[in-house]
């Protein structure tokens, strides 16, 4: 007799159309664990067993923990004649060089994107089938809420994600059913260590979270179900009306201000009319804080698209390549300047780069720091003293030179830096060739007041910059080390010292202050 949960398999994919044909080629990501190998089984029970490609991750966390999970897999895909894939992750490496993300973010970015690789390279229809279940779904639900969501995130984990071939067959079965097949197949399987571990989000809802909640109602686990259920429906019928709403305000002029502002929640119709563009809620609430008080010209930016606010519709275009990749090398074996795009950056205080991390107390401009508050203080109103215009500069151009020179004795005696200007050792630096760049995902400095690293993004959100502003910004870098950000901060990693003999002077000169 057929257990359960081969049953509940087999229902959820016929219910839930996952596959299709019955003739799709599976690959099937398996980790060791319990729910993977449950699926496995599920699958071959059922008659799959010619269409499964077993698909293994190793992220080198565990050390010799996760070279055994890898060494059991292997004994499967052996026993059951399976073909296997094996990837192992430098997880590490891959987190911190991509702004400290969590662990747990770089291995599922690392993971799905090995496997949307290998569905690209198939040469037949491919489907990528993940070992998710109803307990999982419960505890995404819980994260989701936790961090603030909106629909999508209370509805739940998709059964198929269609787009990128993501189908979730065993989502009807609980943790509990899973371990039962397992044991009346006297199937083994691995248990990962740090599933323990309630640092780590899930786990503290797995472990703390969600027995308080059975304290509170026994049937919270089937209550919470089919709570998804019903808002999986709700989603269903929304996503239909903002079709209507698309097909009716967006045209070949753009999207029609007058009928955003006239729906009920023009922030949530914006962001589901943007989302597909790439823009982020937070750009959204800009743009419709620009509908109800702003004026036309405004200019708002995603990725690939950017949208202008007109008198009566977003326009909305593909971005340009010469915005999305100024790139300049700067030679500072000499003198020199260079011309630069400029969208309205608000300068500030740039001195802080002159100090060594021990000065205790010494403002410069709206810039203080003491080594016992660790604060960081940024005035986002500090204006440039006037500057000379350029007849070479186009509009929203602006020009920056550097120049190497003898570091005066006392070097304090610079101050205070005019607020345009930012001073580095030169011999520190060890290098001739700079560059200056457009912002990136993860970039991070070192600025004075605070210990480690910050990153810009957060620069940002904690001076409280517009969107536009974050899009102008520019960076001066050494190499990957971000040295200055133009016309806000600079690092303290290259700050002049009483060691110091040449220092390197960088000059931002605006043609119109940005505030005018």
Not at 180 to 195: C, K, M, P, V, W
Not at 197 to 216: G, K, Q
Not at 288 to 315: C, D, K, T
Request: glycine share 6%; net charge negative.
């Amino acid at each position: 007799m057929s257990h359960r949960l081969v049953a509940r398999v087999a229902e959820t994919i016929r219910f839930h159309q996952l596959l299709p044909s019955g003739q799709e080629r599976i690959y099937l990501a398996i980790s060791g664990g319990a729910d993977s190998v449950a699926l496995l089984m599920a699958f071959l029970a059922l008659g799959y067993a010619e269409q499964v490609t077993l698909l293994h991750c190793n992220f080198s966390l565990r050390a010799e923990e996760s070279d055994g999970d890898e060494a059991f897999v292997r004994s499967l895909a052996t026993t059951h004649h399976l073909p296997l894939y094996v990837q192992r992750f430098d997880t590490r490496a891959y987190a911190q060089s991509h702004g400290g993300m969590s662990l747990e973010m770089a291995a599922r970015e690392l993971r799905y994107g090995w496997f949307a690789s290998l569905r690209q390279e198939a040469k037949s229809p491919t489907l990528i089938a993940v070992a998710h279940n109803a307990d999982d779904q419960i505890e995404t639900l819980l994260l989701n809420l936790s961090m603030g969501t909106g629909l999508r995130g209370l509805s739940g984990m998709p059964y198929l994600k269609r787009e990128e071939g993501i189908i979730r067959p065993l989502m009807d079965c609980p943790r509990v059913l899973v371990l039962d097949y397992l044991q009346s197949l006297g199937q083994a399987f691995r248990e990962d260590s740090t599933n323990e571990d309630v640092r780590y989000r899930r786990n503290f809802i797995r472990h703390r979270l969600l027995p308080t909640l059975e304290e509170l109602n026994p049937s919270f686990r089937s209550v919470a179900l089919r709570t998804i259920d019903n808002l999986r429906g709700v989603e269903a019928l929304f996503l239909e009306h903002i079709e209507r709403y698309r097909a009716e305000l967006l045209g070949e002029r753009g999207i029609e201000i007058a009928g955003i502002l006239a729906s009920p929640s023009p922030e949530t119709l914006l962001f589901e009319l943007l989302r597909p563009y790439g823009f982020s809620r937070d750009v959204v609430l800009e743009i419709a804080s620009n509908l109800r008080e702003g004026s036309a010209g405004v200019r708002f930016f995603a990725p690939q698209y950017m949208l202008i606010r007109a008198s009566q519709y977003l326009e909305l275009r593909p971005r340009g390549e010469e915005q999305e990749s100024f790139v300049a090398t700067l030679d500072i074996s000499t003198d020199g300047r260079v011309i630069l795009p400029w969208g309205g950056m608000r300068p500030s205080c740039l001195a802080s780069s002159l100090l060594p991390p021990s000065t205790s107390l010494l403002p410069l401009g709206d810039l203080s720091f003491t080594d016992e508050e660790a604060s960081l203080s940024i005035s986002p109103e500090h204006s440039f003293p006037p500057a000379e215009v350029s007849s070479e500069l186009g509009v929203g151009e602006a020009v920056l030179e550097w120049s190497v020179e003898l570091c005066p004795q006392p070097y304090q005696s610079l101050l205070p830096l005019p607020s345009n200007e930012a001073v580095f050792d030169y011999e520190a630096l060890a290098t001739t060739e700079l560059h200056i760049r457009g912002r990136r995902a993860g970039d991070a400095l070192y600025p004075y007041g605070m210990k480690g690293r910050k990153l810009l993004r957060r620069i940002f959100i904690d001076g409280k910059y517009t969107h536009q502003e974050r899009e102008a910004a520019l960076v001066v870098c050494r190499e990957d080390e971000i040295l200055w950000l133009v016309g806000r901060l600079a690092d303290r990693r290259y700050c002049l010292t009483p060691r110091t003999k040449t220092l390197l002077r960088l000059r931002l000169v605006l043609p119109v202050s940005p505030l005018q």
